[in-house]
């Protein structure tokens, strides 16, 4: 939705937005974006459509031996090997508020080093790491407040490097880490949503003893959204006769306006507009555009989702930013703690087959089923872990481990899940 979502903020990436959100979210959600999922049916919807969506020869996407990396590429046309990876996890601790974690990683990927005689002498990662912990909490049931306190971690050039090619000029090496707290606050009602934000207030990150302080980019977000379908389904169910459905559970329509801006650099604003269209609970379509205040650039997203009650797997793609195609994608998967209506409780055979299914596309899905979304981390975590290790290594035997330690995590789930 062109990243409209500072009024919106109805999945945990709300943290990233709008830490007021928070308030207002009172289940379990666990949400992953540009991490490649374990293998398994998750894996596979993920892998075959963006494979389908490339060409095998592009190097941007795949790799020699045509397997999509273990992660969606993230602006390659900037730098084939950049990639963003952002998590998230809110916890509801009931009439104390709500609880959420987050990270961010960006990296560009490995960087040769060549010494003044041409010769290599190693590689290294540059990446920054931002680490978050989150409380909100609901006023007047309308209005939620939300805080985030941030861990900032820079990688830039590592000490050895500069041992090796003193005439960088790097004095201890391109590290550096700072700390920094993000606020905000989202009223919503009847289908009107207003929100507000600060973000990134902190000390200037230092990356050597002697060199220049960079200050962190202190950012404004405001924002509002409106969906006319629950308005009428508020309107309707104050009335007397009340009906037998909500509209919005067949049809919905969201639309969400955006605007951010640099507190000390005011040319560095972005206009922000979406929409999404949601058929049956189950389908979604969005599409988005955005904009700097100079009109120097520009660009539109669009996506789809799929919403399976209690896992919803979203791919979305930016294009046309900084003046070309870039074929930006993002892939989310969010988990949430919803019990199972009392339907399908009492049906116990649809029952075992939801909750096998459920199991079946990724560690923990059967326990989010069933609205344990704490015991179902416990399994998606660990699975993550190891399926990146599977994606990344070289090694067989690493590749041995990791798919059995992914299979025991698949059969312990759906056993918990059945049994308990």
């Known amino acids: 939705m062109g990243s409209a979502f500072t009024g919106l903020c109805d999945d945990p990436s709300l943290l990233w937005y709008n830490p007021g959100g928070l308030g207002l979210y009172d289940r379990f959600g666990l949400l992953v974006m540009n991490q490649g999922f374990p293998p398994g ?34 602006l390659p046309g900037l730098h084939p090997e950049m990639r963003y990876i952002y998590g998230a996890c809110i916890v509801p601790a009931a009439h104390a508020g709500n609880f959420g974690i987050h990270y961010t990683y960006l990296t560009t990927g490995t960087t040769s080093v060549i010494n003044e005689q041409g010769e290599y002498v190693g590689e290294y990662e540059s990446y920054d790491l931002a680490t978050g912990f989150s409380y909100g909490q609901r006023l007047w049931n309308r209005l939620g407040l939300g805080i985030s306190a941030k861990y900032i971690n820079s990688y830039l050039v590592p000490d050895w490097v500069w041992r090796e090619l003193p005439g960088l000029g790097i004095d201890r090496g391109g590290t550096a880490q700072s700390f920094a707290i993000d606020c905000g606050m989202l009223y919503k009602i009847w289908g009107i949503g207003a929100g507000v934000s600060l973000q990134n207030i902190g000390r200037d990150i230092r990356y050597t003893e002697e060199g220049s302080n960079d200050r962190l980019p202190t950012r404004i977000r405001w ?59 189950i389908f ?72 096998l299914s459920s199991a ?56 918990e899940a059945l049994l308990h």
Not at 239 to 256: L, Q
Not at 341 to 348: A, F, G, Q, V, Y
């Open 360 to 415: 079946a596309i990724t560690p923990g899905g059967g326990q989010f089923y069933k609205g344990e979304g704490i015991k179902g981390a416990l399994f998606f975590v660990p699975g993550l872990y190891l399926g990146h290790h599977y994606y990344r290594t070289e090694s067989n035997n690493t590749k041995t481990w990791a798919l059995i330690g992914l299979g025991a995590l698949y059969v312990a789930s759906a056993i």
């Open 284 to 355: 979604s379509y969005r599409y988005g555009t955005f904009k700097d205040a100079m009109g120097g650039r520009s660009g539109k997203t669009w996506g789809f989702g799929f919403n399976l009650r209690n896992i919803e797997i979203d791919i979305a793609e930016d294009s046309n930013i900084y003046g070309f195609r870039s074929e930006n994608w993002r892939v989310q998967m969010t988990l949430h703690s919803i019990e199972p209506p009392e339907k399908l409780k009492t049906n116990d055979k649809l029952n075992k087959i939801l909750t």
């Open 223 to 281: 924002g509002i959204s409106y969906d006319p379908v629950v308005t009428i389904d508020s309107v309707l169910s104050t009335a007397e006769h009340k009906p037998p459905f909500n509209i919005s559970s067949y049809f919905d329509f969201k639309v969400a306006y955006d605007v951010s801006y640099d507190q000390k650099d005011l040319e560095d604003a972005w206009k922000c507009f979406g929409f999404e269209v949601t058929f049956f609970n």
């Open 41 to 74: 049916i998750a894996r596979f919807i993920e892998e075959r459509y963006l494979y389908m969506s490339f060409s095998v020869s592009d190097p941007f996407t795949v790799t020699t031996d045509n397997h999509l990396s273990p992660e969606p590429a993230w």
